[in-house]
Nanobody
Framework: QVQLVESGGGLVQAGGSLGLSCAVS????????MGWFRQAPGKEREFVTV????????VYADSVKGRFTISRDNAKHTVYLQMNSLKPEDTAVYYC?????????????????WGQGTQVTVSS
């Protein structure tokens, strides 16, 4: 049983910052990519960012590039998402996901495990 638990969501004003964490527990894997996705009301889930198992490669959606930073601590089985210069359009439920592949896929279907999501609301 693998569990991904997100934390750190909340309400923030536009221009502010927020940090999310995602802890992986249960079965452990030697190599896995971790991604963040988000889903706004009435919209499809969209890719935000992904980090490779060794932390040496990251990919960002154009909409968050330069504002969001993904990182991971493999010793703690935790991935982080630092979000700066937040905009109202960043409002969504944010999900972390685990991909047992060795790449950095932006496709939701490549991820085997998902967290329950955490709400991020950015007020204007």
């Amino acid at each position: 049983q693998v569990q991904l638990v997100e934390s750190g969501g909340g309400l923030v004003q536009a221009g502010g910052s927020l940090g999310l964490s995602c802890a992986v527990s249960g079965r452990t894997f030697l190599q896995y990519a971790m991604g963040w996705f988000r889903q706004a009301p009435g919209k499809e889930r969209e890719f935000v960012t992904v980090i490779r198992w060794d932390g040496d490669s990251t990919v960002y959606a154009d909409s968050v590039k330069g504002r969001f930073t993904i990182s991971r601590d493999n010793a703690k089985h935790t991935v982080y998402l630092q979000m700066n210069s937040l905009k109202p359009e960043d409002t969504a439920v944010y999900y972390c996901a685990l991909d047992l592949g060795v790449g950095t896929s932006p496709r939701a279907r490549d991820y085997e495990y998902w967290g329950q999501g955490t709400q991020v609301t950015v007020s204007s």
